[in-house]
T-cell receptor, first 112, second 115 residues
Framework: DAGVIQSPRHEVTEMGQEVTLRCKPISGHDYLFWYRQTMMRGLELLIYFNNNVPIDDSGMPEDRFSAKMPNASFSTLKIQPSEPRDSAVYFC??????????FGDGTRLSIL | AQTVTQSQPEMSVQEAETVTLSCTYDTSESDYYLFWYKQPPSRQMILVIRQEAYKQQNATENRFSVNFQKAAKSFSLKISDSQLGDAAMYFCAYRSANSGYALNFGKGTSLLVTP
């Protein structure tokens, strides 16, 4: 059974460019989460969806960040324009109701 | 908001020995879940063990066990018979059972296993 799939695995881009991170959750899961991991702040929630509807986006740092979930099998996290301080590892995770979350392998984002 | 504290940034253990990683949390809720995740250098987040707050019995998974002290809000992880493959970052995490299902993570403990 396929796990959570994230792409790309690595992304290097210049400041000011648009960045799109992608996530395919495990089939049948009804919750999808986006987390960011940095040395300074650790792992923090950005946003999560339930049945494709955003429930809590209080962790989204600013308007440059947006996330969508157009259907149950796909979600995107966009940063526009990107800044060097956005450099981090971004994780997507999914779960079925209250069951444990399964994480993707993460996207390492470097903004130059 | 719930906070999770891991007071040991780094720990070291010899192969075959036992090590305990500490975690405390702050919450006003009575129903919640606690987790330990392992993150090796490959950066995968791997679920090690979970504990439901309503269960008094401590969870165990092979060489991994927890000491859950609900009144003290403490949730430590014990790794027995440590192996080189146990070397990783270990994160303690809290999840509400009622209000939002996102994970609140501690800052992590880096575990070094020496031969």
């Amino acid at each position: 059974d396929a796990g959570v799939i994230q792409s790309p695995r690595h992304e290097v881009t210049e400041m000011g460019q648009e960045v799109t991170l992608r996530c395919k959750p495990i089939s049948g899961h009804d919750y999808l989460f986006w987390y960011r991991q940095t040395m300074m702040r650790g792992l923090e929630l950005l946003i999560y969806f339930n049945n494709n509807v955003p429930i809590d986006d209080s962790g989204m740092p600013e308007d440059r960040f947006s996330a969508k979930m157009p259907n149950a099998s796909f979600s995107t996290l966009k940063i526009q324009p990107s800044e060097p301080r956005d450099s981090a590892v971004y994780f997507c995770a999914s779960s079925l109701r209250i069951r444990p979350q399964h994480f993707g392998d993460g996207t390492r984002l470097s903004i130059l | 908001a719930q906070t999770v504290t891991q007071s040991q940034p780094e720990m070291s253990v010899q192969e075959a020995e036992t090590v305990t990683l500490s975690c405390t949390y702050d919450t006003s809720e009575s129903d919640y879940y606690l987790f330990w995740y392992k993150q090796p250098p490959s950066r995968q987040m791997i679920l090690v063990i979970r504990q439901e707050a309503y269960k008094q019995q401590n969870a165990t998974e092979n060489r991994f066990s927890v000491n859950f002290q609900k009144a003290a809000k403490s949730f430590s992880l014990k790794i027995s018979d440590s192996q080189l493959g146990d070397a990783a970052m270990y994160f303690c995490a809290y999840r509400s059972a009622n209000s939002g299902y996102a994970l609140n993570f501690g800052k992590g403990t880096s575990l070094l296993v020496t031969p």
